[in-house]
């Protein structure tokens, strides 16, 4: 069993930058692969960034390429999302969520799920 708790949600300006984290529980860290998703109010949840067990390869939603950057710190068991030039349609609950073995885009494939931080952008 592994939990996910993600922190560092909050209201930024656009143009501005937040980076989220997210701890994990229980000793197998290093062989999950872990994703960022988000959700705005009535509409359906978003791929934005997954990065394999290894930390070797990451995937990201087009809407995120090249402003936020997926890392993790297997020694923390810590994942994180760092996103910067942040616009107004950015602003959704973030949420990430792991799997064994290789990284997925689809929410589908994800076994376990924080329970959200939010992030705010104003105009």
């Known amino acids: 069993q592994v939990q996910l708790v993600e922190s560092g949600g909050g209201l930024v300006q656009a143009g501005g930058s937040l980076r989220l984290s997210c701890a994990a529980s229980?000793?197998?860290?290093?062989?999950?692969?872990m994703g960022w998703f988000r959700q705005a109010p009535g509409k359906e949840r978003e791929f934005v960034a997954a990065?394999?067990?290894?930390?070797?390869?990451?995937i990201y939603g087009d809407s995120v390429k090249g402003r936020f950057t997926i890392s993790r710190d297997n020694a923390k068991n810590t994942v994180y999302l760092q996103m910067n030039s942040l616009k107004p349609e950015d602003t959704a609950v973030y949420y990430c969520a792991g799997r064994q073995g290789s990284y997925s885009a689809y929410d589908g494939h994800y076994t376990y799920w924080g329970q959200g931080t939010q992030v705010t952008v104003s105009s």
């Open positions: 990065i394999h067990w290894s930390g070797d390869w990451k």
């Open positions: 229980g000793r197998t860290f290093s062989s999950y692969s």
